[in-house]
């Protein structure tokens, strides 16, 4: 597996991971300026010639510090690299058919290629967006139960929260019926039909924003869509409800593919991580190919990483810390980082109602690191936000 690292992980950290020589560590320190890319636990003498193609193109790659002797049978390899020089080391490895190394060859190409700024159209029922800047999704949740009830909406409230979000410059309004905070226990999907469905159509009716349902049954995302939805947001990821992953087929929408392990009701019991963001990776890549197994089109499909979900708080800040390593799967990736426990914790333990300011500059950090959809309870401030920071990167 070849995946970029975030430069905000300390080096030192990553050296150790690997099993580098601690007196080589100044040296990598000196060349840390450019690009890190990961590839996982190759054959150590794999490691080896990719560290001297590395020092041949320019660049240089930590590696275990018996793999020069032998004494280890693999090791990860950390490349430090620019473009140029890691386009370099790709012309070199394509040439050597043995041990794998003209396939990560291609996987670093790969990389290389995701990494660069990409515009996403997504194309949906009542229109297409460009996911050229970040965007904002509004929550509307016609649940009695969800951890903010601020957000908690009836019919009545539903309808004048939608048209507040579109008046103030939501993309997305994202419905959804059943609570999926820790601990939330499951309903029927009868009951969720009832709470969603009639707000939808009267939505529907009244904006033009495009509409997410938030669900993991494909009888109600095949309702919702009937009714006037665009995309479909999955916390199960298309593996709670064997039906769904065909209804977006079916219905050629965007989905949301989101993170996460056991149920609300018992996630946070699995909130347990060797490599996080490797996780993240490999579940993610295996996601995509049941997707696209099952019909489903990669211009449908959006990644999120679930904050909050099956993750302590030390999990998710390093999510957000490293989210950009995420863009190298090529998929737009959307965060929803609003008034979590995470902030409650930062700052002090106050409860969701006080969490605002911190998740505006959560959404602020976000917009700054290039994510492409936001999730939030609170349209305006945080549509200000994005609006803040798009004008200092790209001016007015």
């Given at each position: ?23 080589s560590y100044g040296i990598f320190l000196d060349k840390d300026s450019h690009l890190r890319v990961w590839i996982d636990e190759v054959y150590y003498p794999a ?49 050597m058919p043995y041990w794998g190394l003209n396939q990560i060859a291609d996987e670093i190409k790969s990389v290389l290629e995701d990494r660069e700024a990409r ?199 390093e999510v957000l810390r490293r989210i950009e390593e995420l863009f190298t799967l090529g998929f737009p990736v959307l965060v929803g980082h609003s008034r979590k ?56």
């Amino acid at each position: 597996m070849v995946r970029l690292i975030s430069k905000d992980v300390d080096l030192r950290e990553l050296l150790n991971q690997i099993g580098s020589d601690p007196a080589s560590y100044g040296i990598f320190l000196d060349k840390d300026s450019h690009l890190r890319v990961w590839i996982d636990e190759v054959y150590y003498p794999a490691a080896s010639v990719i560290k001297q193609e590395c020092l041949s193109c320019g660049a240089d790659a930590a590696v275990h510090k018996h793999v020069i002797t032998g004494k280890v049978e693999k090791s990860s390899v950390l490349i430090l690299a620019n473009v140029r020089q890691l386009k370099c080391l790709v012309d070199k490895l394509r040439r050597m058919p043995y041990w794998g190394l003209n396939q990560i060859a291609d996987e670093i190409k790969s990389v290389l290629e995701d990494r660069e700024a990409r515009t996403f159209v997504l194309t949906m029922p009542n229109g297409t967006l460009e996911l050229r800047r970040t965007k904002v999704m509004t929550i509307l949740n016609a649940t009695p139960d969800s951890f903010f009830p601020g957000s908690r909406v009836d019919l009545h409230t539903g309808l004048e929260r939608a048209v507040d979000a579109e008046e103030n410059g939501a993309a997305f309004i994202d419905i959804g019926g059943a609570s999926t905070r820790p601990g939330a226990a499951e309903i029927g999907e009868d009951e969720e039909l009832r709470r969603v469905i009639p707000l939808l159509r009267q939505v529907r009716e009244r904006v033009k924003l495009f509409i997410s349902v938030d669900t993991y049954r494909a009888e109600v995302a095949k309702q919702a869509l009937e009714n006037g939805a665009d995309l479909i947001n999955d916390i199960y990821g298309l593996q709670f409800d064997k039906e769904m992953a065909n209804v977006i087929a079916d219905y050629g929408v965007p989905v949301v593919i989101m993170h996460m392990r056991g149920t609300p009701a018992t996630m946070q019991e699995y909130a347990s991580y060797d490599d996080l963001m490797k996780e993240l990776h490999t579940y993610f890549v295996e996601r995509v190919e049941y997707a696209l197994s099952k019909g489903i089109k990669e211009n449908q499909i959006i990644l999120d990483p679930g904050i909050g979900f099956a993750k302590l708080p030390e999990h998710n800040l390093e999510v957000l810390r490293r989210i950009e390593e995420l863009f190298t799967l090529g998929f737009p990736v959307l965060v929803g980082h609003s008034r979590k426990s995470t902030m409650g914790k930062i700052l002090g333990g106050v409860p969701a109602e006080e969490r605002l300011f911190g998740t505006v500059a959560w959404t602020s950090y976000l917009t700054w690191k290039g994510v492409h959809i936001v999730r939030v309870h609170d349209t305006k401030p945080n549509v200000d936000a994005v609006k803040a920071v798009e004008a200092i990167r790209e001016g007015i």
